[in-house]
């Protein structure tokens, strides 16, 4: 999201979403000491999720995320699993790397010659709860009668895991977040 | 993630996460009474993660997302701010509309024929935390000196947001969770 008063999801209440938009802030909710600011005032790429998605945004970068997270570190072993070309691997593994994301180490078995091997970086992991924002919905619209393929639980504690959205003030706000967004320090115009 | 009880993103010990994959369980760790299953021995697209990124797993459809998200609900306005392809978009909406996540309405501006536009359907408000899990990564490490673009607030009581991983014994996992996954009723063996 980038810049912008409007709430995100608001499609159930599509009127009061309108009157902030066309109207600006409404006396009397706790939007109304907020400049009014429409979301499309500002630019589309100086945005968090937009520059995220230029760095993990598509469907085989982020598989290979998922893969190397979950132990899955060697080159061969990738192909196999994720059934990948090999070039658009290497691709991937490269803008990964080059990204801070994934780290290169050598090892090399027995006869054979010298390889590599990825692992997350410090930053790569940060991006766990990406991957378990994905779960999570596809757990709860696309497993069907069958049920969820797996189940995450905390390394530690062996506890299912599941990831939520809060806020500040200790509110939970459920499955379908009610989220206002205002400009931040970083924002740009149009 | 797919089933497999490697822990997810442990970058920062490897010797223990071979340990996990090589050697099975170890006595004495919480690890120990769970199956010692490779993530590699199950298949890849039999995972929720796979699943939600073939819906939508591509940047354009999580840009129109976040800005049906916010507010831009007609094809004019989201082509003019995404400065995406008019054809682009339209596959996009498609895509997003059979899916079920985004709704289409008749609106008349005066003197024009009758247009769409679109919002979110409460399956697609479900996306809203996975969209909050990428700005929070980009907030982190792209926002630059300049700060975060923008700030995402509760709708209801204006203080900031967060996504946050946390499991069912209470616990929070932090920004780099330490998660494992094992088979759920839905996994399948390659």
Redesign the interface.
């Known amino acids: ?4 008063r ?7 209440a ?1 009127a009061e ?2 009157a ?2 066309e109207a600006g802030p409404r006396a009397g909710t ?2 109304a000491d ?1 400049p009014a600011v ?3 005032a ?1 630019d ?1 790429e ?10 993990i ?3 085989w970068t ?2 290979v995320l ?2 190397v ?4 570190r060697r080159f061969d ?1 990738l192909t ?4 990948v070309a090999r070039n658009v691997l290497t691709r991937r593994l490269a803008k990964l790397t080059e990204a801070g994301l994934v ?1 290169r180490s050598a090892y090399r078995v027995e006869g054979a010659r010298e390889r590599q091997e990825y ?26 009668p ?24 200790g ?1 939970d ?1 459920g ?14 115009r149009r």
Not at 6 to 12: T, W
């Open positions: 999201m980038s810049p912008a409007e709430p995100a999801a608001a499609a159930e599509p979403a309108d902030h938009a706790a939007e907020r429409a979301f499309s500002y589309s100086t945005c968090s999720i937009a520059r995220t998605l230029a760095v945004g598509d469907r982020l598989l998922r893969d997270a979950n132990g899955i072993e196999d699993h994720l059934g780290s692992r997350l970086t410090p930053a790569g992991r940060e991006l766990v709860p990406i991957l378990l924002a994905f779960m999570g919905w596809g757990d709860r619209h696309l497993a069907g069958d049920g969820p393929p797996s189940v995450a639980t905390h390394h530690d504690c062996g506890a299912p895991v599941r990831v939520t959205v809060g806020c500040d003030a509110h706000l499955d379908r977040p009610r989220v206002s967004l205002r400009p931040g320090p970083g924002s740009r």
